[in-house]
T-cell receptor, first 111, second 114 residues
């Protein structure tokens, strides 16, 4: 069945450093969603990528969807303490009825 | 605030008991999803309802059941509770039936089974 993996599982960075998390699916996706969950909070939708090779930016966050639509990345430039949390990708299958969440990457930012 | 409400916020109960978790979706959303989040399992999709009908089933145990009412709120019933059922239970909602749509998550119910 469809599997979605994320690496790394944990990342500790110094404030101001960059951070990247990678999401890989075992099958081709129709689109991919990214969510952020702050400690003690609930997942919050960040963005959805649909097109092959798509790149979207939200301030210091850059999201990419791979050409083969099987992988994605989230890059944060110059991390801040407000970036702390777990970042989940959610792969949407080509039938749009299967959505698998990755295990998440937990980001800690050391001030 | 996502617009999705869940009650109760916290629940402590004993093994063998039964509990009901409640969710009200965002205004206008017809789909409700239930997820279980535990430390070692991540976010696990349990079940989806769309406009009162079961739409998709995930890793939901037979001891668990759910329903969506005519006013679109949903309840997740957990019975014969075990220690391993301790987790955060999230409800999410979306406009249509496709799980590929953006889902808006509620604040969750933290269940502790002692």
């Amino acid at each position: 069945g469809q599997q979605v993996m994320q690496i790394p599982q944990y990342q500790h960075v110094q404030e101001g450093e960059d951070f990247t998390t990678y999401c890989n699916s075992s099958t081709t996706l129709s689109n991919i969603q990214w969510y952020k969950q702050r400690p003690g909070g609930h997942p919050v939708f960040l963005i959805q990528l649909v097109k092959s090779g798509e790149v979207k930016k939200q301030k210091r966050l850059t999201f990419q969807f791979g050409e083969a639509k099987k992988n994605s990345s989230l890059h944060i430039t110059a991390t801040q303490t407000t970036d702390v949390g777990t970042y989940f990708c959610a792969g949407v299958g080509t039938s749009y009825d299967k959505v698998i969440f990755g295990p998440g990457t937990s980001l800690s930012v050391i001030p | 605030d996502s617009g999705v409400t869940q009650t109760p916020k916290h629940l402590i109960t004993a093994t063998g008991q039964r509990v009901t978790l409640r969710c009200s979706p965002r205004s206008g959303d017809l789909s409700v999803y239930w997820y279980q989040q535990s430390l070692d399992q991540g976010l696990q999709f349990l079940i989806q309802y769309y406009n009162g009908e079961e739409r998709a089933k995930g890793n939901i145990l037979e001891r668990f059941s759910a329903q969506q009412f005519p006013d679109l709120h949903s309840e997740l019933n957990l019975s014969s509770l075990e220690l391993g059922d301790s987790a955060l239970y999230f409800c999410a909602s979306s406009v249509g039936p496709s799980r590929g749509e953006t889902q808006y998550f509620g604040p969750g119910t933290r269940l502790l089974v002692l």
